[in-house]
Nanobody, 115 residues
Framework: QVHLVESGGGLVQAGGSLRLSCAAS????????MGWYHQAPGKQRELVAA???????NYADSVKGRFTISRDSAESTVYLQMNSLKPEDTAVYYC?????????WGQGTQVTVSS
């Protein structure tokens, strides 16, 4: 079993920055992928960024050049540094871990970007 705890969401003005953190506990064995998804009201949950246990990253086109995903494997923690935030980035952000052929989700953290 894997348990995820997210932190770092909040309200920020357009152009500002936020850093999300997600600490994972439980059986986090390699290989695995940790990532962030977001879901805006009335829309489907979408991948924002992901990073494998080998360090390979993947980003949604809408956040390339603005967001950076990183991880501390020793601490089983994944981070999302979000810069140059836009109102359209407003959503609930969910941490995800894919390991042992299963998906695990955090409870979500709200990010609101005001114009």
């Amino acid at each position: 079993q894997v348990h995820l705890v997210e932190s770092g969401g909040g309200l920020v003005q357009a152009g500002g920055s936020l850093r999300l953190s997600c600490a994972a506990s439980g059986s986090i064995w390699s290989p695995n992928t940790m990532g962030w998804y977001h879901q805006a009201p009335g829309k489907q949950r979408e991948l924002v960024a992901a990073i494998t246990s080998g360090g390979t990253t993947n980003y949604a086109d809408s956040v390339k050049g603005r967001f950076t995903i990183s991880r501390d494997s020793a601490e089983s923690t994944v981070y999302l540094q979000m810069n140059s935030l836009k109102p359209e980035d407003t959503a609930v952000y969910y941490c995800n871990v894919y390991v042992h052929n299963r998906n695990y989700w955090g409870q979500g953290t709200q990010v609101t970007v005001s114009s």
